[in-house]
């Protein structure tokens, strides 16, 4: 049996990075042992989603939350059906993107 924390994975970047890789897609949900930051260029491809799911699974506790990267700005203009947004001790750290309080941004999101 392959537990989710037996995965360690950066978040690729090449299936947001055009909206012909998974133009279908509605909902992610990744359950990992999340490593590097959260890729920006998934805001120009991932035109359908509804919600991401994004929570670190790891046993060690030490691992739990060491993910780092920031909130990427791009985000704020690119999803504009994403309803649910869940991002789960990944370590972001950082300021919260003054772009994702603008207004326009993020129109459909209702759970953060």
């Known amino acids: 049996m392959l537990h989710p924390w037996a995965l360690r994975s950066t978040l690729p970047a090449s299936w947001g990075s055009s909206p012909d ?22 805001s120009r ?13 790891s046993t060690r506790q030490q691992d739990r939350g060491s993910s780092g990267g920031t909130l990427p700005a791009d985000w704020a203009a690119g999803f504009k059906r994403l309803q649910t947004l869940n991002l789960v001790e990944l370590g972001l750290t950082g300021p919260f993107p ?8 993020f129109p459909s999101l209702h759970v953060l």
Do not use: C, K, N
Not at 24 to 35: N, T
Not at 98 to 105: C, H
């Open 21 to 42: 890789v998974l133009p279908a897609l509605q909902h992610l949900e990744l359950q990992l042992d999340v490593q590097g930051t959260l890729p920006a260029v998934w």
């Open 98 to 105: 003054p772009a994702w309080l603008a207004d326009g941004s």
């Open 45 to 57: 491809g991932f035109s359908s989603v509804r919600s991401i799911s994004v929570e670190m699974q």
